[in-house]
């Protein structure tokens, strides 16, 4: 009677295992050149990456400082501009003013007028220069490059605005001195009836 429930035992287990639903597919062959040369490619990928990290926060870096040029520049340019504004400025009260002054067209109680007038442009003009220097000079007030770029620009205009009050008002007396000449002229002129 063993023998037979060996059989049947052998039978039963083949019988399981043939009815049950095979999903697995044993045991995993390796191939060990495939697997080293796929490490070899996985370090060899780590390296490049590494390398693109480096490269990528060097051309982060030289962005950074091609923006500081850049800002830098602005600065220059901005200072150039305001510079040239008020040379301009000053040569206009000196030379027009002059002129205007020595006209004999000009009244001297207006003269004081017209002094007071030009010399709050200056002043202001001054002033302008004044701050511009404390922003260009001074480590105290904290501000990037942008920031004094853009209060250098914005002074700039200020600066041109001045420029083009002083030229206003210059225009202005040299025709009021016209007026005033053709008017004497007229006044004085002889009559012959």
């Not at 996985?42 to 490269?55: A, I, V």
């Not at 002129?99 to 001297?108: D, G, L, R, V, W």
């Not at 920031?147 to 210059?170: C, D, F, G, Q």
């Amino acid at each position: 009677m063993k023998p037979k429930i060996k059989t049947l035992l052998v039978f039963t287990t083949l019988i399981l295992l043939t009815n049950v639903d095979a999903s697995a597919q044993g045991l995993p062959v390796y191939d060990n050149t495939n697997f080293i040369s796929f490490t070899k490619s996985l370090l060899e990928s780590g390296k490049q990456t590494s390398q693109l990290l480096k490269t990528v926060k060097f051309l982060q870096q030289q962005k950074e400082n091609v923006d500081k040029v850049n800002n830098v520049i602005k600065q220059l340019r901005a200072v150039k501009e305001l510079a040239l504004s008020h040379q301009r400025l000053f040569d206009i009260v000196q030379d027009d003013l002059r002129e205007i002054f020595q006209s004999t067209y000009i009244k001297p109680h207006e003269v004081t007028r017209i002094s007071e007038s030009f010399s709050d442009i200056i002043e202001n003009s001054l002033m302008g220069m004044e701050y511009i220097e404390v922003v260009l000079s001074s480590d105290n007030l904290r501000m990037t490059d942008a920031e004094r770029a853009s209060i250098l620009k914005k002074k700039e205009l200020e600066s041109k605005e001045m420029v083009a009050e002083i030229e206003t008002k210059t225009r202005r007396y040299r025709e009021i001195i016209a007026f005033r000449e053709m008017q004497d002229k007229m006044n004085n002129r002889e009559t012959k009836y």
